[in-house]
């Protein structure tokens, strides 16, 4: 048999070839052939590096030191000649108002420290019968030195625990026994369980109230869970081989359970919208990848530079928080764009009978199949006055961010624990019997003889803002000499910051010139002042290549210089508002809240993960309007309709965000109570105010000049397109 291939004549219209899939389109129908094998992965991932967690268990290691610094080199000179004062220690706090040196006072005391000293962690015991500047003026307040085998970092919460119950031993009606230093600040600290659990049952109605359905509300919790689930057993591993501070699982949970509900959310609704058109729950969801995917890349991509950023600023374990806040978002943007579509097309009949009744209900009473009236009723009030909506709500979000130009930088010590906690009992007990400044001690050290070693505490003893110094204890080589310095002020004053520089700058290398020596400041305190010093001196640096960086993204994406510049400033303040209301509530007390320093990596940090957050809400929005700017070339119709089509999901994305950042507000960790507010703040402002009021007014204001770009520039980018057109 001849078999002949037609000949296409010569004037018939050739064919074009379909047009090239892109990757995440591609992802999307890999994901949902193999649905069941990608889920299954994903468990066995989940599964076994939880395995392997379980097995080897923890090892985070809080990191604070900062090469280079003063404090930094107070203790290495410390460790060199053997000096004593090198080791970590707490203190037994006593209180006995008939006096401490009662005979059976004395007597319980003694024996309760004697068993203290046999304890496993136990090098040391100094007793306050021997030490005569261990017991207050009045008799009635002394404390006793537990020397500790190793670092405060490394103790063990139950190792703490037994010193403290072992001391309650000798505890009588008349005798109050405490015990402070850092180690003992671990008792008070409580489990975020209950944090959680509550952000995740707020995210679930939210979504439930969105969707109208529990299945469809649980796929992105869901997604977050075995996104963050995977990351956290992964950094419970590495911790054996990085330094990962023992925070970090928390700060881990937090922002991974918020991005990955927000990701999912924002690819979510974009498949929601694709199937109310009457697309197939495969093209919904491949057309849901490709434009509300490449929103979460690229703002995935914004957070992950910004925290790598943070490593380069070489601030201890802060580095390894950042590595692992970078990887959790990177697991959560892969869950996203992977497990997601697997899940999707699992529940994707179902989702498209559901979604497309519902859209039909709302036809046959007369309303749009996608909603969003109200959206659009709101873009057209906010067009007919975008200057006055504009300038109200800057001057308003300026006004909340003008505190945080006085922002304080430091850490909370156990001033700020909770009140009923032994540590900040202790820590009461030794202010009232020794001062304000003895919480706060700084280590002085004078390497050189011992006339340098007399001067030193001859001199500090005559220096304003110093209540006492002791004798210069030497070191064993008898090369380095130290003295314990006593503030007048408190820890977290802003006094003792000021003191401890007039002692570098100004006493010290007076009185270097003097003698042969070298004289350095260190101690806890002074490493505080040391740590924020640094991240006031390196983060302008760190923001101005942040938002640099982002700059030019948005340049390439949106080919345009005003949308760039708009979303930077708008950025900026977002972050500035939520400084500053963290310094109205927890730096000058506002609600009642203990006033203290702003622990001194959270700027820099929420910094880092609330710019790219606002990355993410600018491009989903900014895209929508891009997208109906290209259909219509109408400015205002543009703007109007990409607010219909994304404010619900973003005030849904936002308030999600919110519930799972504001939960932590109801713990007692200080520390973790400033960055679940500041960041509920922060997003509450971007994703309300800024996303839904400001950017539809500037945009309005700008009219066709948004879109302006130099035709060289434009020729000159590469072309990476956010949405795929035509």
Request: charged share 15%; net charge neutral; with cysteine.
């Amino acid at each position: 048999m001849v078999t002949t291939t037609p000949v296409r004549g010569v004037g018939s219209p050739a064919t074009p070839p379909p047009p090239r899939k892109t990757i995440l389109e591609r992802t999307s129908a890999f994901s949902q052939r193999h649905r069941w094998t990608a889920l299954l992965l994903w468990t066995v991932i989940l599964v076994g590096v939880w395995g392997g967690a379980s097995a080897v268990g923890d090892s985070y290691h809080d990191d604070f030191s900062l090469p280079g610094t003063e404090t930094q080199q107070t203790l290495e000179v410390l460790e060199e000649h053997g000096s004593p004062q090198v080791g970590d220690s707490v203190e037994i706090v006593l209180r006995d108002e008939a006096g401490l040196a009662g005979a059976d006072t004395q007597q319980r005391v003694t024996a309760m420290l004697d068993e203290v000293a046999k304890l496993p962690k136990v090098a040391q015991v100094q007793s306050p019968y021997t030490e005569t500047a261990a017991v207050s003026k009045d008799g009635t307040i002394g404390y006793a030195t537990v020397v500790l085998k190793g670092k405060t970092e490394d103790m063990e919460k139950a190792d703490t625990q037994q010193i403290l119950d072992t001391a309650r031993k000798a505890q009588t009606d008349q005798l109050q026994v405490e015990l402070g230093g850092d180690a003992a600040r671990k008792i008070a600290e409580q489990e975020s369980g209950a944090a959680e659990g509550t952000g995740m049952l707020a995210a679930l109605v939210i979504l439930a109230i969105m969707f109208g359905t529990i299945i469809a509300a649980g796929l992105p919790i869901i997604t977050a869970v075995f996104a963050v689930g995977s990351t956290l057993g992964g950094i419970v591993i590495v911790s054996h081989v990085f330094t990962i501070a023992s925070y970090t699982p928390y700060i881990l949970i937090l922002v991974g359970l918020g991005v990955g509900i927000d990701y999912a959310l924002l690819i979510f609704a974009r498949y929601r919208a694709e199937l109310v058109k009457g697309a197939s729950p495969e093209d919904a969801s491949a057309k849901a990848l490709d434009i509300a995917g490449r929103t979460v890349f690229f703002a995935g991509c914004t957070v992950i530079v910004a925290l790598l950023g943070l490593v380069a600023l070489g601030l201890g374990s802060l580095q390894g928080t950042a590595v692992a806040l970078a990887l959790t978002v990177l697991v959560t943007m892969l869950a996203s764009l992977t497990l997601l579509p697997s899940l999707l097309a699992i529940f994707g009949k179902r989702f498209a009978r559901q979604f497309t009744a519902k859209a039909q209900k709302r036809v046959a009473k007369g309303k749009s199949a996608e909603g969003g009236a109200a959206w659009r009723r709101w873009a057209t009030g906010v067009q007919r006055r975008p200057l006055a909506g504009l300038l109200l709500a800057v001057v308003a979000l300026g006004a909340l961010a003008a505190p945080a130009l006085d922002m304080r930088l430091g850490f909370a010590d156990a001033g700020n624990d909770p009140a009923a906690s032994t540590s900040r009992r202790a820590y009461d007990l030794l202010a009232d019997g020794f001062g304000p400044g003895f919480n706060g001690s700084l280590v002085v050290v004078a390497e050189g003889d011992s006339q340098a070693g007399e001067a030193l505490s001859a001199k500090l003893n005559s220096t304003p803002g110093i209540a006492a110094a002791t004798p210069a204890f030497p070191a064993n080589d008898q090369k380095a000499f130290t003295v314990i310095v006593f503030p007048t002020s408190a820890p977290q004053d802003a006094k003792t910051s000021d003191l401890v520089h007039e002692l570098r700058d100004n006493v010290l290398p007076d009185l270097a010139k003097q003698h042969e020596a070298t004289y350095l400041v260190g101690g806890a305190t002074a490493a505080v002042v040391d740590y924020s010093d640094t991240v006031a001196k390196r983060m302008p640096v760190f923001i101005a290549i942040v938002v640099g960086l982002s700059l030019v993204l948005l340049v390439i994406v949106f080919r345009s210089i005003l949308i760039p510049i708009k979303a930077a400033l708008l950025n900026l303040l977002s972050i500035g508002s939520a400084l500053g209301a963290m310094t109205l509530v927890f730096q000058k007390g506002m609600f009642g809240v203990e006033p203290g320093p702003i622990e001194a990596f959270l700027p820099i940090m929420i910094f880092a993960i609330v710019f790219g957050l606002s990355m993410d809400y600018e491009i989903f929005l900014v895209s929508r309007v891009r997208e109906e700017w290209d259909r219509t070339k109408e400015p205002a119709t543009a703007i109007r309709e990409g607010v219909a089509h994304t404010g619900s999901v973003i005030v849904a994305a936002g308030l999600i965000m919110i519930s799972v950042f504001g939960a932590f507000m109801l713990g007692g960790d200080r520390m973790l109570q400033q960055f679940g507010f500041g960041m509920a703040v922060a997003v509450f402002v971007d994703a309300i105010v800024i996303r839904l009021l400001i950017v539809p007014a500037a945009m309005q204001l700008m009219g066709r000049k948004a879109w302006w770009i130099p035709a060289g520039l434009d020729k000159a980018l590469p072309k990476l397109n956010i949405e795929k057109h035509g």
